[in-house]
């Protein structure tokens, strides 16, 4: 077995060369990180839970119709997925405010939007990853015009799937995170991953503010039992078939 060749580390997964230029082999790590990276820590058999979520949501938005760089899952912490080149965007959609809208804007916590919000941040650690208005984007040549106008289609598009999804599972989609790439024929495939670290999900059976919490909010704000909310959102996600 040859050394495999790490192309890029981030913060939660690693991402390896295959033989096939056009594959990439994403590793998800049971680290954890917050506010910029400013927190840190672990979360035990994080790695394994996001992977196996993330690959189900995919294989779900894929059989809706949604083009996304997943191909399989053939290790419990790891995916095959297409080489694109990462937007350095994060696409951000909100049905129900929280985090930092809720800072930014003095919304209350938990005020259902009249229409979900897509908010798009400039992928830039230096930078504290700004929000960014359409026209700074533009200024920035972060994406042409005609991107935009589809990356805000598409984040609409997969929020009225991943919320119905989610309702199935008796989970509130509260807001997440989105990156796409341009595969190497300049096609936009959803990217990057979609679970409890770039999600906040709310159980539906609970009505307190913290114990309905099953996402990162619990590692960001020590509210502990992490490893059970995530798991909790494992088997609900898992228990119910990506096509319906
Ligand atoms: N999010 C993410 N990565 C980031 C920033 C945000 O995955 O670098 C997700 C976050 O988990 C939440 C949504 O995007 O589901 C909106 O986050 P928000 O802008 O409210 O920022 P936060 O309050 O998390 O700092």
């Known amino acids: 077995m040859f050394a495999r060749q790490k192309l890029y580390e981030g913060k939660a997964k690693i991402i390896y060369a295959t ?10 790590k049971d680290d954890a990180t917050a506010f ?11 790695g394994e839970m996001n992977c196996a979520i993330s690959s189900h949501l995919f294989q779900h938005l894929e059989s809706a119709g949604i083009a996304t760089h997943w191909i399989d899952r053939p ?10 080149q990462i937007i350095p965007l994060e696409v951000v ?5 929280a985090g930092s809208l809720c800072q930014q804007t003095g919304l209350e916590l938990g005020t259902v939007l009249p229409h979900p919000l897509v908010d798009f941040y400039y992928k830039n650690d230096a930078l504290g990853d700004p929000l960014l208005t359409r026209d700074r984007l533009l200024l920035l040549q972060l994406a042409t015009s005609e991107q935009v106008d589809q990356l805000q289609t598409l984040a609409l598009q ?13 989970i509130t989609l509260v807001d997440f ?7 190497n024929q300049g096609q936009l495939l959803l990217a990057d991953e979609i679970s409890p670290d770039t999600c906040r ?18 590692f960001r704000r020590d509210l502990g039992n992490i490893e ?10 898992l228990a119910h078939a990506p096509q319906s």
């Open 228 to 237: 059970a909310a995530y798991h909790e959102v494992m088997e609900r996600v």
């Open 36 to 46: 910029n990276a400013q927190k840190r820590g672990q979360i035990a058999g994080k």
């Open 19 to 28: 033989d096939d230029p056009e594959i990439l082999l994403a590793h998800f």
């Open 158 to 170: 997969i929020n009225q799937i991943l919320s119905a999804f989610f309702q199935e599972c008796n």
């Open 93 to 97: 959609v909100r049905n129900i405010a």
């Open 201 to 218: 999900l709310w159980n539906q059976s609970e009505t307190d503010p913290n114990l309905r919490i099953l996402d990162k909010d619990r």
């Open 75 to 84: 290790a419990p912490n790891e995916l095959r997925v297409r080489s694109v």
């Open 177 to 183: 995170k989105l990156e796409f790439g341009l595969a």
